[in-house]
């Protein structure tokens, strides 16, 4: 059993920058396709970003790519999600989660795909 937490969430305002981290429990972290996800109030849980085992592949959904950046580092069991430009728009509660069926070399945006998942950092954008 995987133990993601995530942590860097925080009430910020509009234009400014947040560093969203994950940190999982187990080694074989360094094998898992992992992906943000939020969930704002009354709204499905969706997409956000993705990445694969190296940090090689990435791919985000259309309403945040060019302002947030996934990344990771194996030798220390995290993913990040650097956040610019926020909007209010991205008011959420982040979601961490790991893939670890999907071959590591691919990505992942269903939540489907996803078996492990973070309890959830919240982040409020103020205008």
């Known amino acids: 059993q995987v133990q993601l937490v995530e942590s860097g969430g925080g009430l910020v305002q509009a234009g400014d920058s947040l560093r969203l981290s994950c940190v999982a429990s187990?080694?074989?972290?360094?094998?898992?396709?992992m992906g943000w996800f939020r969930q704002a109030p009354g709204k499905e849980r969706g997409f956000v970003a993705t990445?694969?085992?190296?940090?090689?592949?990435?791919d985000y959904a259309d309403s945040v790519r060019g302002r947030f950046t996934i990344s990771r580092d194996n030798a220390k069991n995290t993913v990040y999600l650097q956040m610019n430009s926020l909007k209010p728009d991205d008011t959420a509660v982040y979601y961490c989660?790991?893939?670890?069926?999907?071959?590591?070399?691919?990505?992942?945006?269903?939540?489907?795909?996803?078996?492990?998942w973070g309890q959830g950092t919240q982040v409020t954008v103020s205008t």
């Open positions: 989660a790991a893939a670890p069926d999907v071959n590591s070399w691919s990505t992942a945006r269903r939540k489907t795909d996803y078996a492990y």
């Open positions: 187990e080694r074989p972290f360094s094998t898992y396709v």
């Open positions: 990445i694969n085992w190296n940090g090689g592949v990435t």
